[in-house]
């Protein structure tokens, strides 16, 4: 039945429709030659107004190249827009050598890697000319453009970068010409003898002698590899700077590129591949603050591209502070050799940032940005490192924003935090097979101590590991991330790589980024995103870009209030750092916080004030460890002088004080760990407080109910009632094993909560007050001295009593008989007529009653 469906339709199909098919296959073979005939029409006519369009170009002079064009120099500024700290072009290198006296493995790794056909094409390539069109023709833009050697000569010699359609067809013009007029040997020495190699050098001859001390014809096959691998980006590839791996891969492309096209044998490729080339070290050349002066020069260059900085002539402003520049150079080189002798940590760098803005300041990347033993050039400033200690207030912050508080205690004590483990430290399975997932997690602290209870205060300001990474499960590992992030640590990206390690410092980190994100705490919860620029202007004084200040509030102004608080907290840092640590600062606050990693390859210190964060990190580029000393000791003294140093020219702003802790929360939060049900005494009859209790004399205390805090507090709801089966928490049984733990060996004395109440401080109690003097029927004149006597029956001795007119304080008295006197035009509430004046004493419980009466006076 199937079949015989399909065949009707197939019979329908070819009764229908196949006769008008064929009619329209005799029409187009009918007009195929009409077609053909139209397409070259239009060929030749769109070719003829290219060809007229070109024809109104107002084309270089190509017979001679002394009238090349000439670059406009950038140069690079401080802050105050006087101190030169780079010029671009001054000092400019450049040699020119013959092309025979240039080594044939330059030449060839040239070809290799940046034009194959060189000696083969007419000027341009065909196939790339064709692919360019397309591609710019949909792009809308000539940002395709397939260069070939010869197009190279002709842009940099001859015409301008822009991106036009008109630029790209001179180019390919004059291209074309040059090979008319040029051997390819000529037009390789003219590119090869006018390639950019980075700041001042020009040319492979200087480039030779500046990388390796040696002529052109000198090179080996893997120095000159590098040679032909700089200049597509000569900034970004500099062997100087912070990209040298990636100048490294570049290098090996080259030589893989060679070895394609058959330029060098097998052989040879896998020599160059094993030779190790040395960089002689960068000289120095008109450049100060060298380490900030590349990290500009990066900026600029990813925002404007290499040509542009080479030829458009800009004039740069920095937000650098040069005079602080210099001192904080000299004090990290001095500070980094003495190091290298007593710590073996040979290098060091600083940052300081203005936190109200983001401005840096001083940015040292090393002790000495010429020093080739330790690879000065590198700016670790940048590099991504593991920061310690310096992390945990990024962990306490978020702790802050969920409604932990400074007094909340956690305990200090052996904890166990892999969950394959028994609560002692060994594994549930003695078979399985360890790894960085399995293994247990035990941390201790660089004393080997533990303390016990502790408050987030002091766990902080003593930089405890155990009460650390009880606060990361607290808050989530993501929600810590989240938190730094937003404050400006960029490299933590995934939180599923991280584990509780994070918060002593697992991840990897620039010093850059962590100073940025400890001006939040500095500025109040408010993040300014460091910059380097302050203006940048063209060759005609039109500003390209100028500083504006992109604040946003990232942070609880409380929770940075209170951060900085604690990291201030002098009283609070002395048990772990000493009454004389170079933390501290005589009569200023200070923030600070100290970071040294396990294996003691690097010690951070950051602090700030609200007007100045500096940051800065001490260790060694080739990430060989240090004398198991901690940052206290190492780094401190060097950060010290470089904050005492800053702070010169700061005017001694002081934190703004943080809100007082809600008596809303949980007990449990705060402070009260032995237990989270509270009630009030009186602390003079001991009994419990009613409404006549005194604040002075009023004490909040628990009932004793000694846990871990997660027996009271659900960590995805803190602030939520206490957890009904708090054992369902994968940490519970660890954290609760360790707390009962110690409380065996601290035994705690048990308080019984009282029946009777406060009898001290009752109506009767309170003492009575006679005035004897000024009296309500006297007028007295407002310049006249008025004397207040009185007398008082207490069951306690008076020991004080203060004096208002109209509820404006005018005075105390602390003796016996009390006698005080002032004159009512003295202060600022008096008034011609009635007034009123109050008088509050207090006996020695703190009972207090008050008098009021009125007294008149006259003008």
């Known amino acids: 039945m199937l079949k015989h469906k399909i065949k009707t339709i197939r019979h329908h199909i070819d009764k229908n429709i196949k006769p008008h098919t064929k009619k329209g296959l005799s029409f187009v073979k009918s007009n195929k030659k009409e077609i053909l005939i139209s397409l070259i029409a239009i060929f030749f006519t769109f070719s003829g107004i290219i060809a007229l369009w070109i024809s109104t170009f107002q084309m270089p002079d190509l017979e001679s190249f002394d009238t090349r064009k000439i670059t406009q120099s950038t140069k690079i500024y401080d802050r105050t827009g006087t101190i030169l700290l780079y010029d671009i072009h001054e000092n400019t290198k450049r040699v020119v050598v013959p092309f025979e006296n240039i080594s044939k493995d330059i030449k060839n790794a040239t070809v290799a890697i940046e034009d194959n056909t060189f000696y083969e094409h007419g000027g341009i390539k065909i196939s790339s000319f064709f692919r360019a069109v397309i591609a710019n023709l949909f792009s809308g833009s000539f940002s395709q453009g397939g260069s070939t050697i010869t197009q190279q000569v002709i842009k940099n010699s001859l015409l301008t970068t822009e991106k036009k359609i008109s630029r790209k067809l001179k180019e390919w013009f004059l291209s074309i010409q040059l090979e008319k007029t040029m051997t390819k040997d000529e ?41 032909a691998a700089i200049p597509k980006a000569p900034t970004y590839y500099s062997p100087y700077g912070q990209n040298k791996t990636k100048l490294d891969d570049r290098q090996k492309l080259v030589l893989a590129k060679m070895l394609e096209y058959k330029f060098i044998s097998q052989k040879e490729y896998d ?44 004039k740069v402003i920095t937000t650098l502070n040069y005079d602080l520049q210099e001192k904080a150079e000299e004090i990290v080189k001095r500070r980094a050799l003495e190091n290298t002798e007593n710590f073996n940590a040979s290098n ?40 310690g200690s310096t992390f945990k207030p990024f962990v306490y912050a978020t702790a ?25 430290g060994t594994p549930i399975n003695p078979n399985t097979v360890i790894s960085s997932s399995t293994a247990c997690y ?23 590991n155990v009460p650390a990474v009880k606060m990361l499960y607290l808050t989530g590992i993501k929600d810590s991330i989240e938190t730094a992030k937003s404050m400006g640590v960029k490299n933590l990206t995934n939180p599923n790589q991280y584990g509780l390690t994070l918060v002593i410092g697992g991840g990897e980190v620039s010093l850059l980024d962590m100073t940025s994100a400890y001006g939040v705490f500095a500025n109040d919860g408010i993040r300014n995103p460091y ?20 604040s946003q ?10 951060i900085s608080d604690v990291l201030s907290d002098v009283t609070a840092k002395i048990p772990a750092y000493g009454a004389n640590s170079p933390l501290f600062f005589s009569g200023k606050q200070v923030a600070s916080k100290t970071g040294t990693t396990n294996n003691y390859k690097d010690v951070w210190t950051i602090g700030y004030t609200p007007e100045i964060v500096v940051g800065a990190w001490a260790g060694n580029n080739d990430n060989t460890p240090m004398v198991k000393k901690v940052a206290g000791t190492i780094l401190a003294p060097l950060w010290h002088e470089v904050m005492e140093a800053a702070l010169a020219s700061t005017t001694g702003e002081l934190f703004i004080k943080p809100p007082q802790v809600s008596s809303d929360l949980k007990p449990i939060l705060r402070g009260f760990w032995q237990g989270n049900e509270t009630y009030f005494i009186d602390t003079i009859s001991g009994k419990l407080a009613t409404d006549m209790t005194p604040e002075e004399t ?14 009271y507090v659900d960590k995805n709801n803190p602030l939520g009632p206490v957890p009904t089966n708090p054992e369902n928490d994968s940490q519970f049984i660890s954290w609760e094993y360790s707390v009962q733990n110690w409380l065996s060996l601290h035994p705690q004395t048990t308080t019984i909560k009282p029946t009777m109440y406060d009898d001290i401080h009752t109506e009767a109690n309170k003492p009575i007050i006679t005035i004897l003097s000024p009296t309500q029927s006297f007028e007295y004149g407002k310049d006249s001295r008025i004397n207040i006597i009185f007398s008082t029956n207490s069951k306690y001795s008076i020991i004080k009593a203060d004096f208002y007119l109209n509820d404006e304080f005018v005075g105390t008295s602390f003796t016996y008989p009390f006698v005080f006197n002032f004159i009512p035009s003295s202060t600022d509430s008096f008034e011609i007529g009635e007034n009123q004046l109050k008088i509050v004493v207090y006996d020695g419980v703190y009972n207090r009653n008050e008098i009021t009466i009125p007294i008149k006076i006259k003008n």
């Open 348 to 387: 060091a760098a600083v940052v300081v940032i203005d936190p109200k803005t983001g401005q840096i300041l001083s940015m040292v990347g090393s002790r000495d940005y010429f020093d080739k033993e330790i690879d000065g050039n590198f700016n670790v400033t940048l590099a991504y490192r593991q920061p």
């Open 698 to 711: 009023k004490k909040e205390v628990s009932i004793q109910n000694i846990h871990s805090i997660l027996y």
């Open 271 to 314: 020599s160059a591949i094993q030779e190790k080339v040395t960089f002689l070290p960068q000289q120095k050349y008109g450049i100060k603050a060298p380490h900030f002066v590349e990290f500009i020069k990066q900026y600029l260059v990813d925002k404007y591209g290499e040509d542009a900085i080479k030829e458009k002539g800009f």
């Open 531 to 550: 910059t380097g620029i302050l203006s940048i202007e063209d060759l005609n004084g039109n500003v390209l870009e100028s500083y504006t200040q992109k």
């Open 400 to 424: 802050f924003e969920k409604g932990y508080t400074p007094d909340t205690v956690v305990f200090d004590t052996p904890t166990e935090f892999q969950t394959t483990c028994n609560p002692d």
């Open 187 to 227: 037009i390789l020495a003219i590119y090869l003898n006018g390639n950019p190699y980075g700041g001042t050098v020009y040319g492979v001859e200087e480039a030779c002698e500046t990388f390796f001390g040696k002529k052109a014809i000198d090179v080996t096959l893997a120095e000159a590899a590098y040679i």
């Open 553 to 562: 509030t990232v942070l609880s102004p409380s929770v940075a209030e209170n």
């Open 442 to 464: 035990m941390p201790e602290d660089y004393d080997g101590e533990y303390l016990g209870p502790i408050s987030l205060r002091n766990a902080l300001a003593q930089s405890r």
